[in-house]
């Protein structure tokens, strides 16, 4: 199985990071920087606008710049049976 990936800029550096997803919600998307023993792990939590998602890790901040209704339609996409067994 591969790991799903996503990039997220640090905003210090203005530079993107490719980090790998471990798990991946509307309200919270987690996230592992680096690998092995070095590895780091980041919650991403929605602004309050909802425009996009930020995080800090070791006093650096993350933004993945996607919103909450482009994630959601990512989930959906992936695994749109669960979305649909939730309705009556």
Do not use: W
């Amino acid at each position: 199985m591969s790991n799903e990936k996503i990039k997220v800029r640090v905003t210090e550096t203005r530079q993107f990071m490719e980090v790998v997803v471990l798990n991946k919600r509307a309200e919270r998307i987690e996230v592992v920087l680096g690998e092995g023993a070095h590895s780091v792990r980041c919650a991403l939590t929605p602004t309050r606008t909802g425009a996009a998602y930020v995080g800090s890790v070791m006093g650096r901040e993350m933004v993945y710049e996607r919103s909450r209704e482009q994630v959601q339609a990512d989930i959906d996409k992936l695994n749109p049976a669960v979305h649909k067994s939730s309705r009556h």
